[in-house]
């Protein structure tokens, strides 16, 4: 059974600081992996979706990494910003009863201080 | 573009009541539907998924139940609800044959007293 772990659950940090978000999953035989972002209260924003056969993918100030073999990715994190503050979550996806299906991490709750 | 809506967007109900929650999506055809239920400081649950019209699978043993009666409509219900119910509702929808990303509402939250 997939089990997919955030780590840090919190983290606090001053502005203009990078930083990496991490995300581990037990079983390699994944789909895609996917960071999504939470503002409280709200649903999901689709960050970044890595393929099972991709190293990584970089949006603007976000870069995602898989590495399928050790079962982690990372979410980095450049120059953050107060706006950036949420909780992010890692999702990994697989084909399970012939249907597509995204197994969460319990989030990383980021805060970026000003 | 595509849109999904979730409606009501908050909830209060008292224990032992029905629930019908109701998630519609626009501006596609034959989505993969989804039914997640996010309880307070944690992950996300899928709760239920549907391929088609009528089709429905049941993730977890639960109080709830899902149905789909239309291509872009999915209902999530209750006939008598627990305090366990509480949470965060969130409905998602992907292409089902295209690009693997979901996309989700902005969710309902249920408070069950």
């Known amino acids: 059974k997939q089990e997919v772990t955030q780590i840090p659950a919190a983290l606090s940090v001053p502005e203009g600081e990078n930083l990496v978000l991490n995300c581990s999953f037990t079983d390699s035989a994944i789909y895609n992996l996917q960071w999504f972002r939470q503002d409280p209260g709200k649903g999901l924003t689709s960050l970044l979706l890595?393929?099972?056969?991709?190293r990584e993918q970089t949006s603007g100030r976000l870069n995602a990494s898989l590495d399928k073999s050790s079962g982690r990715s990372t979410l980095y994190i450049a120059a953050s910003q107060p706006g950036d503050s949420a909780t992010y979550l890692c999702a990994v996806g697989g084909w399970m009863d012939s249907s597509y299906k995204l197994i969460f991490g319990s989030g990383t709750r980021l805060l970026v201080r000003p | 573009s595509q849109t999904i809506h979730q409606w009501p967007a908050t909830l209060v109900q008292p224990v032992g009541s029905p629930l019908s929650l109701e998630c519609t999506v626009e501006g596609t055809s034959n989505p993969n539907l989804y039914w997640y239920r996010q309880a307070a400081g944690r992950g996300l649950q899928l709760l239920f998924y549907?391929?088609?019209?009528?089709?429905i699978s049941s993730e977890v043993p639960q109080n709830l139940s899902a149905s789909r009666p239309q291509d872009r409509q999915f209902i999530l219900s209750s006939k008598k609800l627990l305090l366990s119910d509480s949470g965060f509702y969130l409905c998602a929808w992907r292409n089902s044959g295209g690009a693997d990303t979901q996309y989700f509402g902005p969710g309902t939250r249920l408070t069950v007293l």
């Open positions: 549907s391929v088609g019209i009528g089709q």
């Open positions: 890595i393929q099972s056969s991709q």
